[in-house]
């Protein structure tokens, strides 16, 4: 059984950081691609980071220079690290595991639960 496991959020003032985990267990860990999204209420999930499985790493726009994607294949751990944070950072994070299988030729995708992140004074 795939699980995805993801601790870190909480409520924190503008300006403070908070950092987010997500313990995978049941696939190749080291074999996905591993991503961050968020939603908020009203909007639709947007990718807020990746790390690829060779270790490529993006950021959306909007988080760049702020936010930090690092992962443990040792520990089949992703984290971001979240710096800066400002109230419209607030939303369910939820993180990702991704991979289109060379062997099978199908796209695999699982979800974690979600944590939540609240920025307000």
């Known amino acids: 059984q795939v699980q995805l496991v993801e601790s870190g959020g909480g409520l924190v003032q503008p300006g403070e950081s908070l950092t987010l985990s997500c313990v995978v267990s049941?696939?190749?860990?080291?074999?996905?691609?591993m991503r961050w999204y968020r939603q908020s209420p009203g909007k639709e999930r947007e990718l807020v980071a990746t790390?690829?499985?060779?270790?490529?790493?993006n950021y959306e726009d909007s988080v760049k220079g702020r936010f930090t994607v690092s992962r443990d294949n040792a520990k089949n751990m992703v984290t971001l690290q979240m710096n800066s944070l400002k109230p419209e950072d607030s939303a369910t994070y939820y993180c990702?595991?991704?991979?289109?299988?060379?062997?099978?030729?199908?796209?695999?995708?699982?979800w974690g639960q979600g944590t939540q992140v609240t920025v307000s004074s």
């Open positions: 990702n595991a991704h991979v289109n299988s060379v062997v099978t030729g199908k796209e695999y995708s699982y």
């Open positions: 049941g696939i190749t860990f080291s074999g996905y691609d």
């Open positions: 790390v690829t499985r060779t270790g490529a790493i």
